[in-house]
């Protein structure tokens, strides 16, 4: 199956954008909330000089990045999103919804491996998602994936991080049944978390929930409408602006519950969590796997054009310079506590 580049830019005003204002809803709320009201509270705070104020304001500010493309940056996640949506919808319209046989769901992996220090990260993202890669392609499924990261805190008071992944996941019925795989596959995902290795929500699943609550879910519909890509799309790419807690079980010690909340999130953690996503672009974090080749080629064509294209404003910062940067910024602030990070995320896949 080729693929097909659109003359015309698939999101100029009027192509797909009705269908996507749930998730460009759920997308700007979170990206608000961490750049406006934590984030930027933060920088503000900060002792830096006039030229290195001005080289983390292009790291996180700009609203026309080049080279290199961080997704702590407001613009290049809003312009993720935009981008990955529609050519998601653009594929789904053209190669899938005109087939009854195909199926849908929505994956969650998250393992021990994705934890680590939030003040020195060390965190090998290529290795994550090479196994995400093998246990979606062992259930049997197509998918477009994303690496995600939040804060961890647990009831002590340690602060950590936490990486998982998210996936658009589709198989053809009657060939896979992904959800029958996945209990064989819960091994390779162990987590001290309370959390499953491997979570699935299958269409099924979202209209069952969808009746008994009242309320949308983070899954397909019945139908997989472009809104619910949209939004889908949102979800695996939302900043990140909330907290996952670990509660532990009074009568169960060694058993703990995750809950998300925004309780002690601070704007230092913000800033910690702007420093490890500097490092991650989004061709770094949205992976595919099978049929997923093809929208994610077509939204990373779109991004780099509209990359080169800013190219002219000169409002760039090349990777090499993060860990410089950063250093700066840790050793003229040394109450954040910046240790050194040790991410590893290209690998040079799509």
């Known amino acids: 199956m080729g693929i097909t580049y659109h003359d015309e830019d698939i999101t100029t005003p009027g192509y797909y954008q009705a269908a996507r204002k749930r998730g460009k809803n759920l997308l700007q709320r979170s990206v608000a909330d961490f750049h406006e009201n934590k984030l930027n509270a933060a920088i503000s705070r900060l002792v830096l000089s006039n030229f290195k104020r001005r080289t983390l304001d292009q790291v996180l500010n700009t609203k026309y990045p080049s080279g290199h493309l961080p997704m702590s940056n407001k613009a290049v996640r809003l312009m993720t999103w935009d981008y990955l949506s529609a050519s998601l919808i653009s594929h789904f319209n053209e190669h899938h919804k005109p087939v009854a046989k195909i199926s849908f769901g929505f994956l969650t992996l998250c393992w021990d491996e994705g934890i680590t220090a939030i003040t020195s990260p060390d965190l090998d993202i290529v290795k994550m998602k090479h196994k995400a890669r093998r246990a979606i392609r062992d ?20 602060r950590q991080i936490l990486a998982h992944v998210h996936s658009i996941i589709w198989w053809e019925k009657g060939k896979s049944n992904p959800k029958r795989a ?14 499953k290795g491997i979570k699935i929500t299958t269409r099924k699943q979202a209209v069952a929930k969808r009746i008994a609550k009242g309320a949308m879910v983070h899954a397909p519909s019945a139908n997989m409408t472009d809104d619910d890509l949209a939004f889908l799309a949102a979800y695996m790419l939302k900043a990140p602006n909330m907290v996952k807690r670990l509660v532990c079980d009074p009568g169960c010690p060694e058993k703990s519950t995750m809950k998300t909340t925004a309780d002690g999130y601070s704007d230092v953690v913000a800033l910690h969590m702007a420093r490890i996503w500097s490092y991650v672009t989004p061709y770094d974090a949205i992976f595919a796997i099978g049929d997923g080749k093809h929208p994610r080629a077509q939204f990373a064509f779109y991004l780099r054009r509209w ?19 950063w250093n700066y910024v840790g050793k003229r602030n040394s109450k954040l506590q910046l240790g050194a990070a040790n991410i590893t995320a290209k690998d040079g896949l799509s």
């Open 307 to 325: 990359a080169k294209n800013n190219f002219q404003r000169q409002q760039f910062v090349e990777a090499a310079e993060l860990d410089d940067m």
């Open 182 to 195: 996945a209990k064989s596959l819960q091994r390779r995902f162990p987590n001290s978390f309370g959390a």
């Open 139 to 158: 259930l049997g499924a197509h998918g477009i994936a994303a690496i995600d990261i939040h804060p961890l805190r647990h009831a002590k008071g340690g």
